[in-house]
């Protein structure tokens, strides 16, 4: 999943990315309103962490031209003005969730799980394709009863191939919200990380469920006629 965080405060950027991106998501940032449009306009973003104090152009203005252009982008917006008026003020123009500083990082974490579950059509934390089922909300994964160990990438890289079932999902796809904003795209580290999973994944069954289409992309298969593919 690719948040796009937008703070202007270096020291509280840093932090907040470290921490979510320990949580596997992918994590660009902008310091400024103006930036955060531009980013938010030229990238497919999950889910928008705005600050409303900020240079430039303030985050009610930034969440108000979002809307504007038709983004439905969830949005969480965070502030330290903790008056009704002003949480009002800040849902009318259009964000999903309200957070004010100073506030508990896991709770943040609760919030912005909740909004991404919304902007994907309320996806159910517990995924199954097949004889494998992904537990999201603790990054458990099992195929066939036997739990799987997975590193953070490898579990990111998982889920989104899984959410996205059935489906081709491109190389650049895979970059911009597994990885982040930064990934280099002539590297090989999607093909080495597609391979760790297919050892961990689908060596010893009969169905084979990670799927490469050249010149394509990657697939997760759904059903029992893509046993011999």
């Not at 928008?48 to 809307?67: A, N, S, T, W, Y």
């Not at 982040?180 to 060596?203: A, G, M």
């Amino acid at each position: 999943m690719r948040i796009l965080l937008v703070e202007d405060e270096p020291a509280a950027a840093r932090i907040l990315a470290k921490g979510l991106r320990r949580q596997n998501y992918a994590v660009d940032l902008a310091a400024d309103g103006e930036t955060a449009e531009y980013q938010a306009s030229v990238n497919d973003y999950d889910l928008i962490i705005l600050d409303v104090m900020l240079p430039r152009k303030d985050g009610m203005e930034v969440c108000r031209d979002l809307r504007a252009t038709g983004s439905a982008v969830p949005v969480l917006m965070l502030t330290a003005r903790d008056a009704v008026q002003d949480r009002i003020a800040g849902l009318d123009t259009g964000a999903d969730d309200y957070l004010i500083k100073p506030f508990d990082f896991h709770e943040l974490l609760a919030r912005v799980r909740a909004l991404l579950r919304r902007g994907h059509a309320l996806c159910p934390e517990r995924i199954k394709v097949a004889d494998l089922t992904i537990d999201a909300r603790a990054h458990q994964v099992e195929r066939a009863g036997s739990r799987i160990e997975l590193t953070g990438k490898e579990y990111a890289l998982l889920e989104y191939l899984a959410r996205r079932a059935g489906e081709v999902v491109t190389r650049a796809e895979i970059g911009e919200h597994v990885w982040d904003e930064n990934f280099d795209s002539f590297t090989n580290l999607i093909e080495v990380y597609i391979q760790r999973l297919r050892r961990k994944i689908d060596d010893g069954h009969g169905l084979k469920l990670i799927r490469t289409l050249r010149g394509e992309g990657y697939m997760l298969v759904v059903g029992e006629k893509e046993r011999h593919a």
